[in-house]
């Protein structure tokens, strides 16, 4: 997620705070499989979805956990995933409530014992009545409801858009440990998934327009209502977004199709102009887009923009400058997130840093839009050294650990300058020491290695080693909070 609008822009953050696709790449026959039906009326989601999934690690299963993201929108829930300096803006007609509910659980027609667990209730665990040993399949059925609130995040209603993110039960991703339970965090992005083919149905009035995560392959109308069946391969979750206002333009760069989707932009021309660039040069640079189709969605989104497989989301409520950054910014995702995951709980400086480092390169090397790689680093310089001196004066002391849960941020300024703008300096430094051949290699060569994989902040430092950089050291000076910059 793009946490703050642009670099630039940084010292209107610092002032306002001082005043007050995981798992391994497989071939078709051995990924986990959705097939989701959903139907929506206005505020109300009913669902069902079948999951194929396949065994791929060396141990046996003996029960599923899926996230159920959308009960942290719930009355009573123990962590909300708006963040108190959002309230009022998330909530524009006074806070209001939403929840998931899962009705039945069954494989092959089959019952299946089924909890609500989790610290929040966030967490759906089926008992799969027997072990499903390694490279051997289990097929789960979930039926299940979603009420939605009316606010302005990832998943709710707004005067504007629907916004359709985690409206499923989502597998919790399988490590080491067994499955990961998230925990929605109003700080960062508090997700962490593997990759899985999805086939999504999805029944709604006729009148909206839809933008998906996956490509359109059918779409059917019987009387007010439509049916529009999308499908993506090697994907971490799905997303849509709907609306009765939008409008749409599409371009199509190297077998990508791009379309952008907006209702409030004067100038559509140069939002698509961005995603079209940014799609092109990161391409060049890292390695090829995964997929073969993208959708820039203009929406109501307190937070700037929120990345998901090709799809992101991009606040109405941008400047002109900072609108073309965040297109920018969560483009670079695609590569850093969709693509190479991580664990965003544990680790969100890998993806966001290096997204962050890439919004740098893609200005450097765009010099039409007037920003360079010496003012934008020399900008978050300034900005990181500005935070440390605050939080030393506010709280006594200042924590630039870059290894740490969400869970142990000091709110969303801290967050920003440790998981965004210290990486962003990092990778500079990094790039400087080694020189640009091994700094881009290496890039590279993560992209390709750990593509459709999560990857761990030590197996990027273990890519550089490989490049024959001396890194180690570095980047764990950087990591520990050692580092004096």
Not at 140 to 152: G, R
């Amino acid at each position: 997620m793009f946490k703050k609008t642009a670099l630039i822009l940084a010292t209107v953050l610092i002032f306002t705070y001082a005043v007050v696709l995981g798992g391994c790449k497989k071939d078709e026959n051995n990924r986990t499989t959705y097939e989701i039906d959903v139907s929506l009326s206005e505020n109300h989601l009913v669902g069902s979805q079948t999951v194929n999934y396949y065994n791929d690690t060396d141990t046996t299963v003996k029960e599923l956990k899926f996230n159920l993201f959308g009960n942290a929108f719930r009355k009573g829930a123990k962590y909300s995933p708006i963040s108190p300096a959002h309230l009022s803006l998330s909530y524009p007609n006074g806070i209001n409530y939403g929840g998931m509910a899962v009705q039945d659980v069954n494989s092959n027609g089959q019952s299946l014992e089924f909890e609500i667990s989790g610290e929040d209730a966030n967490i759906l665990t089926v008992n799969l009545g027997e072990e499903i040993f390694p490279e051997e399949r289990v097929v789960v059925s979930i039926d299940f409801t979603l009420d939605l609130a009316n606010v302005v995040a990832r998943t709710g209603i707004n005067a504007h858009t629907i916004n359709l993110a985690n409206f499923y039960p989502i597998l919790c991703a399988r490590g080491e440990q067994g499955f990961y339970e998230c925990v929605y965090y109003s700080n960062g992005d508090p997700f962490y998934s593997d990759c899985a083919d999805y086939t999504v149905k999805i029944t709604l009035d006729k009148n909206f327009v839809v933008a998906s995560s996956g490509k359109l392959c059918s779409s059917i109308e019987k009387g007010e209502l439509t049916t529009k069946t999308y499908k993506i391969d090697n994907a971490r979750s799905f997303a849509f977004v709907c609306s009765k206002l939008f409008k749409s333009i599409t371009k199509t760069v190297d077998e990508v199709e791009i379309t952008y989707y907006y209702y409030d932009d004067l100038t559509p021309d140069k939002s698509l102009e961005y995603a079209v660039k940014s799609i092109d040069f990161f391409s060049e640079r890292f390695g090829k887009y995964c997929y073969d189709h993208f959708s820039v969605v203009q929406t109501e989104f307190v937070q700037g923009g929120m990345e998901f497989p090709a799809l992101v989301m991009i606040s109405d409520d941008l400047e002109d400058k900072a609108y073309g950054e965040v297109i920018v910014h969560e483009t670079a995702h695609q590569w850093w997130q969709t693509a190479v995951g991580n664990n965003e709980i544990e680790y969100g400086f890998l993806d966001e840093g290096l997204t962050e480092y890439s919004v740098v390169l893609f200005y450097e090397n765009n010099p039409e839009y007037g920003m360079t790689r010496e003012y934008m680093v020399k900008s978050a310089q300034d900005t990181y050294k500005v935070f440390c001196s605050v939080s030393d004066k506010v709280f006594g002391k200042v924590n630039t650990v870059m290894m740490r849960s969400l869970k142990d941020f000091n709110g969303e300024y801290e967050y920003v300058n440790i998981a965004y703008i210290k990486p962003c300096i990092m990778y500079d430094c990094l790039r400087e020491s080694i020189g640009d051949a091994k700094f881009f290699k290496g890039l590279q060569k993560y992209y390709k290695e750990f593509k459709f994989k999560n990857a761990t902040p030590y197996d990027l430092v273990g890519i550089y080693e490989k490049t024959g950089a001396d890194s180690n050291g570095f980047f764990e000076s950087f990591f520990d909070g050692k580092v004096i910059l």
